[in-house]
């Protein structure tokens, strides 16, 4: 049963991070929108199944979210500084 | 002059409030808590699995933290609003779930019970995201 709950969970959280990024349509955004969808993905895979492959699908989804979290933050900072509002 | 760079400098080293980010780590130890608490999943019986747990969890807890020290020195720089806050709030939230995955190649943690509050976080910045698009609050 916490399978289902689990699966609805990231379901929808990918859902509103679509929904945040068709409104506010940055670069950042569909980033965000990446990481957070592996992160959701990662959920789905592990509590779908306990299968040694699901476990290692799981920490290449959660890599792969950690790196989309950082590219998401890389825009941010440069399109920050393109605009002339540098951090340092 | 320098004494001109300090007011650039100063809100840099101060990304968001002090209660922010007080409440950005507890959430953060709260989910490591939880994930140490509830049905562990037995660690790793290889080495391979567990090094693959280690570099997942250690890539994550860094994308967290370097999304929150991003958010913290450009949206939240000059105060910022309700919706970035409670991102930054989401990506330090975030690595509590990528410390325990880190974690989880050496003790019992239930990590998919970290990753779903994870997402609950990120669902709930995404929500504030939204209102802040709809009301510009």
Known sequence: MDTIYYIIASA???GIFLLVYRSLR???F???LAAVSAIACASAAQSYTSDPGAGALFDILLA???AGLAAASLTLTYSFRLAGDSLD | MKIFIVPEVYPYL????LSLRAFSVLSAC???VAGALYAPVPPPGDRYQAWMRLAAGFLLALGSLTLSRAIGGTFLRQ???GAFKALYWAGLASAGAGLSEALSAFYSMDVPLTIVLCTIAYSASGLVL???KKWGK
């Open chain 2, 130 to 132: 939204l209102r802040f």
């Open chain 1, 12 to 14: 929808v959280c990918a």
């Open chain 2, 14 to 17: 101060m990304p968001a409030s």
């Open chain 2, 79 to 81: 105060g910022g609003n």
């Open chain 1, 26 to 28: 940055a670069p950042f």
């Open chain 1, 64 to 66: 792969l979210g950690g």
């Open chain 1, 30 to 32: 569909i980033f965000l």
């Open chain 2, 30 to 32: 709260a989910i490591v």
